[in-house]
């Protein structure tokens, strides 16, 4: 069983910064690829980003990319989301999750998660 904790949320202004961080237990890790999700009220939970284990990223919102950007320290068993240029619409709970296949294909796919972390609130004021 692997645990998710998440944290670095909060209320920003437009325009500003935040840097998400998941800090998983056990040692395997560094063998999962693992994801960031967010589900806004009332809208479904979407994948915003996701990186293997060996470290390539992909970015599945357009309005996300080259703003987001997902990283990861397997010496520290955490996955990093830096999130820049905030915008009011990028309100939603923030979630991580492992996935121990780490196929390609299977990453931006949901129902191919295995651990869910618990989710941290990330606020844009505008």
């Known amino acids: 069983q692997v645990q998710l904790v998440e944290s670095g949320g909060g209320l920003v202004q437009a325009g500003g910064s935040l840097r998400l961080s998941c800090t998983a237990s056990?040692?395997?890790?560094?063998?999962?690829?693992m994801g960031w999700f967010r589900q806004a009220p009332g809208k479904e939970r979407e994948v915003v980003a996701a990186?293997?284990?060996?470290?390539?990223?992909?970015y599945y919102i357009d309005s996300m990319k080259g703003r987001f950007s997902i990283s990861r320290d397997n010496a520290k068993n955490t996955v990093y989301l830096q999130m820049n240029s905030l915008k009011p619409e990028d309100t939603a709970v923030y979630y991580c999750?492992?996935?121990?296949?780490?196929?390609?294909?299977?990453?931006?796919?949901?129902?191919?998660?295995?651990?869910w972390g618990q989710g941290t609130q990330v606020t844009v004021s505008s």
């Open positions: 999750a492992a996935q121990k296949s780490g196929m390609t294909q299977s990453m931006g796919l949901i129902g191919k998660y295995d651990y």
């Open positions: 056990g040692r395997a890790f560094s063998s999962y690829a």
């Open positions: 990186i293997s284990w060996i470290g390539h990223t992909f």
